[in-house]
């Protein structure tokens, strides 16, 4: 019978609180499986999945669950020399040299690991006479598996999957979602460590278009293939935007923006039980960037941490992340997003606290935001698979 | 709402919507099969051809239905390249379907040559005489540009390319002309003219080639031989009823009136309001493009959304930065980018274009004042 063994990332590390690490892996495999048949069980410290049809769809999506360090396709037999022996008389290889290996988790199996590995191999040998035996580095291994419940599982190949830690197990938080390359990959990196993600986009509709929004919509799809689901809060920040550039100084634009941006999301935070921010945020990149820019625009907030994976990543580097999650070819798309209307030509770089604080006076802050919040329009995004 | 991009398209009136129906539920028969009923179709799309002809004015040649002017465009100039040492002449303001054709002829190594337009919208006459010769093998230009509405003197133009060059196949699109400009085809001397069903009320998705000589043209598909064996496909007849019965209904001359009346409207609110008009000296009543400067045109058009619509430029590549027609005609990039099209129909009642007018005013001071 055909089988998928899964195995755990650093599950392993949890003590304790293992199990509660393991249910939800559970939980959220079979989420991310639904509509699918098959069968899921636990088995001496290994999940694994059996009576199910579409396989190649089944592996496809597991491989896209965080808290799986990898997987393989193995056939299920009887853990006896005789069962095993009759597979490998099925077996084919598609390679010119091979190696077997055995592993007896169940030390009541009559013959010894090495010995019965040299007993299979004889058999391949025999079934296959252009097969070379390689024990250093073999084109096809053949790992056989034998477990103290009565079976043994037959396996060659071992797929890698995400690792990290199961999606929820770490809290939820909210990702700001600007449609540029950075913020996506960010929220990958923070829903791999266990986050639970909801995002926040804000647009300046008429002075973005439509597209830049769906954009985002569609990045939020890439993302959902990760994330389960992305409740996507989108913002009009046009008459925030607007305000600024009539009563701040206009290198300030940036700054006061983010200010707002940051007070915005952590109401939102507050009111869906979110429990950090993350932004695609990398040291230096843009002027918004800087340590002192990031000092002040942080000091908005109070009560919720800002999580930034991508702060010591280069651009190289984030690039590589974005085209592995597939987000890379919808971020550049050309479409004009917030921050580029009213974009200064002398963004300030070192922006003080103080005088972010004096330029705000002028705004009437409140109301702002507030209206803003009022406009806020909810989508939740599913999964886009090809 | 008041709309007011129909050089982009325009509704399908609900005559041919029917006639679309009946054509394509109840006479739906294949007209190459051979029973009865499917030769009835052939005969009444033999008979389109002709109905087709009358309407353009002409007698000799032929008719190619084809899905669209972009097609009829490739099909014309595809069509007419030859190997050899020919030459393939172009004006530079042509639509997307011709001017992105002819840069790929050029690609492929072709001999292609672009007339400039003068400040008045209209091919330069003097240039194109300079660049034709024994070797030219086909000159495109348009009737009237769909951006700016210049209205292009097409019976001098044949007039220069016949005695500059006798070999040259003479193609116009003349998209935004065909039952919007009273005009006899016969009168124009052309050898080949493309038209789109949608920009005068007919279904998306059909338009047609007029050809003199369709012995010249070479098919860039093939199949089953229809349409003279130069545009194969199964013919889309439903839509063709269509596009003949829109074309049939329209009064060219008294619409052409209703629109002179109705940009004059929009032009009179719009003076002194310091909204400049892209001037042409003989312009299509029916288009004008206006820059709006200082600001981004597609910021204006979703702000007036709501109540008035606009368009940019063309609007099959109204999403493409610059405007190569406004950039010929030496209007630099700022500019191109706070142009606006306005494009009437003669349904419209002057004050609705009034009502438009003044609120496109008021919101482009809107925004004016928020940028400030």
Known sequence: ?386 | MIYLDNAATTPLSERAAKEQVLWACERFYNPSATYVQATKVAFALTEARGRLKKLLGVKDGEIIFTSGATEANNLAIRGSVREGKWEYVFSSAEHASVDNLAKALEREGREVKFVPIKKTGKVDLEKLEEVLNEKTRLVSCMFVNNVTGAVNDVAAIAKIIRKKAPKAIFHVDGVQAFCKLPFKLSNLDVDAFSLSAHKFHGPKGVGALYIKNKAGLKNQVYGGGQEFGIRSGTENVPGIMAMLTAAEELDVKGRLEKAELLKQAFLSELEGAGIELVKTNRSSPYIATFIFSGVNGETLVRMLENDVIVGRGSACSAKKSGNHVLEAMGYNLDQIKGAIRVSFDAALSEQEVRDAAKIVKQKYYELVEKLK
């Open chain 1, 1 to 386: 019978m055909k089988t998928i063994l899964l195995r755990f990332g650093e599950l392993f590390l949890k003590g304790e609180n293992r199990h509660l690490f393991e249910n939800a892996l559970l939980n959220n495999i079979r989420k991310k499986l639904s509509g699918e048949k098959f069968k899921l069980y636990r088995t001496q410290g290994r999940i694994m999945i059996s009576d199910f049809e579409n396989e190649d769809e089944i592996v496809e999506r597991l491989t896209t669950v965080f808290g799986l360090h990898s997987l393989s396709l193995a056939e299920e037999v009887e853990a006896s020399p005789e069962s095993i022996c009759n597979y490998f008389k099925t077996i084919n290889l598609n390679a010119k040299t091979f190696k077997v290996e055995v592993n007896r988790a169940d030390k009541r199996f009559p013959v010894k690991s090495m010995d019965f590995a040299a007993t299979l191999g004889g058999i391949l040998l025999d079934n296959n006479p252009e097969l070379e035996v390689d024990l250093y580095s073999p084109q096809q291994k053949i790992m056989v598996d034998i477990r103290a419940n009565g079976k043994a599982y037959v396996y060659g190949k071992t797929i890698a999957c995400q690792g990290g830690l199961p999606l929820g197990t770490s809290g939820k938080a909210l990702l700001l979602l600007s449609g540029g390359i950075d913020s996506p990959v960010a929220g990958y990196l923070m829903a791999k460590r266990g986050l639970k993600l909801e995002a926040l986009h804000f647009h300046s509709y008429p002075y973005t278009s439509p597209e830049a929004k769906q954009k985002v919509v569609d990045l939020a799809k890439k993302l959902a293939i990760y994330n389960d689901e992305v409740k996507l809060h989108c913002i009009s920040f046009t008459r925030v935007q607007e305000a600024i550039h009539q009563h701040c100084a206009p290198e300030f634009m940036i700054t006061i923006m983010r200010r707002i941006m940051m007070r915005i999301a952590e109401q939102i935070c507050k009111r869906e039980g979110l429990g950090a921010i993350v932004t695609g945020e990398s040291l230096g990149q843009v002027a918004s960037q800087t340590m002192q820019s990031m000092t002040v625009t942080e000091n908005v907030i109070k009560t919720t941490p800002v999580f930034r994976p991508c702060i010591a990543m280069d651009k190289e580097e984030i690039v590589a992340v974005a085209k592995k999650i597939d987000t890379f070819e919808i971020s550049i798309l050309p479409y004009e997003d917030c921050c580029t209307v009213f974009l200064p030509k002398n963004p300030v770089i070192k922006p003080k606290i103080s005088q972010a604080e004096k330029e705000e006076k002028s705004l009437d802050l409140d109301a702002l935001i507030g209206e803003a919040l009022a406009s806020e329009e909810v989508i939740c995004v599913t999964a886009a698979r090809e």
